[in-house]
């Protein structure tokens, strides 16, 4: 959303108006023609020299505080956050590290560091990071992997892997981010509880609700197949809730409670849906939250996505469907309220060669990417962005050819992040 404040454009025959009456003493005549003496000819000299260093320094001086405004102001915090250590296991610190055998570097391989070709020190990252959001989605929808279960390359350009500290810091630009969808985006939604919460092992399920055998039998991949995904977190207010203020680290094996989040200002939700959401979950639900503090400019994320590979008789038709009411649902809210809604596409993952081999031509990896490549281009006619998963997931392995572990969850969480972190927060 656009400030309604007038900006001047500074044309050229502006600038030239404004320097034809900037003094009037440099538009009077001389008013003699006699030769100045070399006395005063030396002074006017000295004094025009000087003049004109003083210029320069008082440019210099605005050039560099604009520089320094400029550069604190217009970065977003994936410019200047996460962490590019090729040594750092950036889940080093999580619960059930070792239990879940999973760390940053089976999923994220920084830019390499090489020197300066002008002033010899390690300052250029090879690939450099994405200079803008635009570019950072066309390089995560078009990367790929170096083999199966390798780290995720993005194409020509870079994205950080945040830590914990980064994200939170990215999502307190929000009122509030909401994922809607089926279990495609579910997968992520709880990859970003894991991250918040810090926690490999149980950080995507209500550990509140289980006992201890429950906890034990749905630990890591487990938690999010089979009868373990019942107790997927669906909205933040729950962790809050339930956790009873414990940050992370704490005994996540109690009875009542279990390990919260970093940091809670920002609430999240997963509202979920296979095609166009009804009206009590819209009343209920999604307004509320588009309304949420209608003072603030803050704006709210959407992340929506339906996929085909999950769904084999879901169609275009259906998903531009469920996409115009969302998008109808947000420009009202926009009008009604002094903030925007910035809406972001995920296309579909692809099944892998363990699909059935009766599933393969209307559930497989070719009628994922034809949906995929549709959806964008209506994504796109509709002034949404898109993000393709298509690339991301097609060589890496899931149990059942679809259904994948939190690998995939907490990867794709910070894909999503990596987005969030270009919003504009106002």
Not at 286 to 291: A, E
Request: glycine share 8%.
């Amino acid at each position: 959303m656009s400030y309604p404040f007038f900006r001047s454009s500074g044309s050229p025959q502006m600038f030239h108006h404004l320097k034809g009456t900037c003094s009037p003493r440099s538009q009077s005549p001389p008013t003699s023609h006699a030769h100045p003496s070399p006395r005063r000819l030396n002074d006017t000299y000295y004094y025009a020299r000087l003049a004109l260093i003083g210029s320069l320094a008082a440019i210099l001086i605005i050039w560099l505080t604009v520089l320094a405004f400029s550069s604190a102001h217009s970065e977003t915090p994936d410019s200047i956050l996460g962490s590019s250590n090729v040594d750092m296991d950036h889940l080093s610190s999580f619960e059930g590290r070792q239990t879940c055998a999973l760390s940053s570097h089976q999923l994220y391989e920084p830019p390499i560091l090489l020197p300066d070709t002008h002033s010899g020190h390690l300052s250029v990252y090879h690939p450099p990071f994405c200079p803008n959001r635009k570019s950072l989605l066309r390089a995560l929808s078009r990367g790929g992997r170096h083999g199966f279960d390798s780290p995720f390359h993005p194409q020509c350009c870079h994205y950080r892997w945040y830590n914990t500290q980064s994200l939170c810091l990215i999502l307190s630009r929000f009122d509030a981010v909401i994922f809607i969808g089926d279990e495609t985006i579910e997968d992520i939604y709880v990859g970003l509880n894991i991250l918040l919460r810090e926690n490999l092992g149980l950080g995507a399920l209500k550990e509140w609700e289980m006992n201890s055998e429950e906890r034990n039998k749905c630990r890591c991949d487990e938690s999010l197949r089979g009868e373990c995904r019942r107790w997927l977190v669906r909205k933040s207010e729950e962790v809050v809730k339930n956790s009873e203020g414990k940050r992370k680290g704490r005994s996540s094996d109690a009875a009542v409670g279990g390990s919260g989040y970093t940091c809670d200002r920002t609430p999240h939700i997963f509202i979920p849906s296979k095609g166009s959401l009804d009206d009590r979950t819209v009343s209920s639900t999604l307004l509320p939250l588009l309304n949420r503090l209608p003072d603030s400019p803050r704006p709210i994320p959407i992340i929506h996505s339906l996929s085909a590979s999950l769904h084999p008789t879901f169609s275009p038709t259906a998903a531009t469907t469920a996409i115009h009411q969302v998008l109808q649902l947000l420009n009202t809210a926009a009008l009604e309220n002094y903030r925007s809604y910035p809406y972001l596409w995920l296309g579909p993952t692809a099944a892998t060669h363990l699909l059935p081999k009766n599933k393969i031509m209307d559930q497989g990896s070719a009628a994922a990417w034809r949906f995929s490549e549709e959806m964008e281009r209506i994504v796109r006619q509709k002034g949404g962005e898109t993000l393709g998963l298509w690339n991301a997931t097609v060589q890496e392995l899931a149990w059942d050819g679809k259904g994948r572990g939190v690998r995939w969850a907490v990867q794709g969480a910070m894909m999503v992040a990596a987005w969030l972190g270009r919003v504009d927060s106002s």
